[in-house]
């Protein structure tokens, strides 16, 4: 049974992403593997789900009528690679992921993970605007 | 009430703009580093020791005090909402805090912890300024022997009584005792360990060492083991302190305070143990079964203990040059930095920068209580600093504050050595708290030392010749050989049991 990954985050591009990747896999027969990752090099990431966010998720993944995990990888390294590693693992046909806008300055200081991934990843990717 | 009109003058000092703006700057500084686990008072005045050779000493000490408060107050933020003790002296309040956090009490539980570090600080401030005076005029019959056998009775407790092996403790106090020794000595005009390396001559400047003890240390071994997972943080909404909440706080408030401040002010001080032991006795003390559960006394008592304290420290440090505190040890060290040496003779010679200082501490935590409760919200987004953006900064300004001492690429080498050292001291478990007053106190109490010895002329019984000294240094010998026995006893009980 092939696949489709989704990158979550909480927020309007994980939302996005998520939703892109649900028709995806109705779409296409897949199962659905979301996939929400960190980085960990902070102490507080509030975009790696925990508590009432993480059993919201599960809660919603679970209801749906394709077939859904979540994963949240340990290995604080690079999130692209994350998300590529897992691609590999389930033999998926496409990782969809959510873009925000980003401001000049803010393309200035930080990497973005999307642009990575979008770069690096050896699978299909599907880039949905939030 | 001589005092009080001193204190009204200290007041009247206090209150002009840039002092104002020096204890805010030194509030918020304090409370974002009390907040930063691993990051401490210590760490962030001995990055600022710099800045002394520019700011007039009234100023700088403001903002010190400004630090050393504010990083009591805000270690209980992320005890509370993360379950991460931003402070060691905030261990405690992580126990009920965080339960009471996760139960949706969060906003009771902050309220708690700041109130009652406001009362316990306020209190504890009251008493320093009451209990200053009368220490002094006993401190004034200190003689060099009686000194020495102080800063030896210091050593011994900060060494042993903190962390978890004396062996360890007393292993990083010769650490420091060692570095202090480095330089030219005062008496014969000898060089000692200095190598014959010339710019050793005058010693290793205080600020490198802190500085690599504390920051360098600690950076390198946050870089160690860089990566692991975000901590889940709780919601600090929820109602704010019920009538029953104020109702079950005061009295641990007020108990902390009465532990918090005598602790602090003996040699064998700190803020830990005093919030162990108002931890244990609110547990013991509470009527129904709520402590597991999220009792508002285990955070109540704990948080106004470690406040308490920390005004404690500051009356050894002021009436004696004593400090017991990692964080006293680097206030020592600004003092001498200003050629003033702190002693019984401080508070008449410069009787207006201490007034000063007590004055600001009032004013300081009332700002801390205003400023501390609407900001929660940003003291938690100050976590979200990625570590390496956080310590890149750190290691920048600790480079940048150790080469200004003397323009000496010398001091950077030095740096980095000592910052190793510091790296293997946490890697190993060695407490640095010890090293640093071995450093900042070693010097002192050599000169008192040898002072003692140059008037009985080498007769080392001047040492055990008054009685205070003898009490003292009794005091010291059964802190070393105490716990040991004391284990040994029980063991041999739990054996016979």
């Known amino acids: 049974m092939s696949a489709v990954v989704v990158g979550y985050v909480p927020g309007a591009e994980g939302r996005a992403a998520l939703d892109a990747g649900v028709a995806e896999a109705r779409l296409r027969g897949a ?27 599960r809660a919603e ?24 590693t897992i691609a590999d693992e389930v033999g998926a046909d496409l990782i969809v992921i959510g873009l925000r806008r980003r401001s000049p300055v803010g393309k200035l200081i930080l990497g973005s993970a999307a642009s990575r991934i979008l770069l690096t990843a050896h699978h299909a990717v599907l880039a949905v605007k939030a | 009430m001589e005092a009080f009109g001193q204190l009204m003058g200290g007041f009247a000092d206090a209150v002009t703009p840039l002092n ?26 001995a990055l600022l020791l710099p800045i002394t050779y520019v700011l007039e000493p009234t100023g700088a000490f403001i903002m010190f005090a400004g630090i050393y408060y504010g990083g009591m107050y805000g270690g209980s933020t ?45 209190i504890g401030t009251l008493l320093l300024a009451l209990v200053a005076p009368a220490v002094v005029t006993l401190a004034v019959a200190i003689g060099p022997a009686d000194y020495f056998a102080l800063a030896l009775l210091a050593f011994v407790a900060v060494s042993t009584v903190l962390g978890a092996s004396p062996l360890r403790g007393l292993a ?25 390396v010339p710019q050793l001559a005058d010693g290793i400047d205080v600020v490198v060492v802190a500085v690599a003890l504390f920051a360098v240390g600690e950076a390198l071994h946050v870089a160690s083991r860089l990566r692991h997972g975000p901590v889940e943080v709780m919601s600090s909404s929820g109602s704010f302190m019920t009538r029953e909440d104020l109702r079950r706080s005061w009295k641990p408030w007020l108990r902390g305070t009465a532990f918090g401040f005598p602790f602090g002010a003996l040699p064998a001080g700190g803020a830990e143990i005093p919030t162990f032991l108002s931890y244990a006795t609110e547990r013991r003390l509470a009527k129904h079964d709520s402590f597991g559960k999220g009792a ?17 420290v500051l009356v050894p440090l002021l009436t004696l040059g004593l400090p017991t505190s990692a964080t006293a040890a680097i206030l020592l060290a600004a003092f001498q930095g200003y050629g003033i040496q702190p002693g019984p003779t ?13 004055a600001s501490l009032f004013i300081g935590n009332t700002m801390l209580l205003v400023l501390n409760l609407p900001l929660v919200g940003v003291w938690v987004k100050l976590l979200k600093i990625p570590r390496p953006y956080l310590y890149a900064g750190i290691l920048m300004f600790a480079s940048l504050g150790s080469y200004a001492v003397n323009a000496d690429p010398l001091d950077l080498v030095l740096l980095l050595v000592i910052g190793l050292l510091g790296f ?36 080392l019984s001047a040492l055990v010749s008054s009685p205070f000294s003898v009490v003292v240094l009794l005091v010291a010998v059964l802190a070393v050989v105490g716990p040991p026995v004391l284990r040994r006893f029980r063991q041999r009980e739990a054996v016979a049991a």
């Open chain 2, 346 to 358: 401080l508070l008449t010679t410069e009787s207006s920068l201490v007034w000063t200082l007590i």
């Open chain 2, 20 to 45: 104002l703006l020096f204890a805010l700057i030194g509030t918020l500084l304090g409370t974002a580093v009390g907040v930063l686990p691993g990051i401490g008072p210590a760490m962030t005045v």
């Open chain 2, 424 to 459: 293997a001291m946490r890697r190993f478990g060695w407490p640095v708290a010890p090293a640093v007053i071995g450093l900042i106190l070693g010097p002192v109490a050599e000169t008192n030392l040898r002072r003692a010895l140059a008037i009985s002329d080498g007769d």
């Open chain 2, 296 to 312: 508002i006394e285990g955070v109540a008592g704990p948080e106004a203990a470690n406040n308490a304290a920390a005004a404690g």
């Open chain 2, 78 to 122: 992320t005890s509370i909402l993360l379950n991460t003790p931003g402070e060691s002296s905030s261990i405690m309040t992580a126990l009920e805090g965080n339960l009471m956090a996760k139960a949706g009490r969060g906003a009771a539980a902050l309220g708690t912890a700041a109130i009652g570090s406001f009362v316990a600080g306020t």
């Open chain 1, 31 to 57: 199962r659905l593997v979301v996939v929400n990752t960190t980085r960990g090099d902070a102490l507080v990431d509030d975009r790696f789900l925990a508590g009432d966010g993480l059993a919201e998720l």
């Open chain 1, 61 to 84: 993944l679970d209801a749906l009528d394709v077939v859904a995990e979540l994963r949240q990888p340990q290995t604080y390294d690079d999130v692209a690679d994350d998300l590529d």
């Open chain 2, 172 to 196: 990083s106090l010769c650490i420091g005792l060692f570095l202090g020794l480095v330089g030219t000595d005062l008496l014969t005009g000898q060089q000692r360990f200095t190598f014959g």
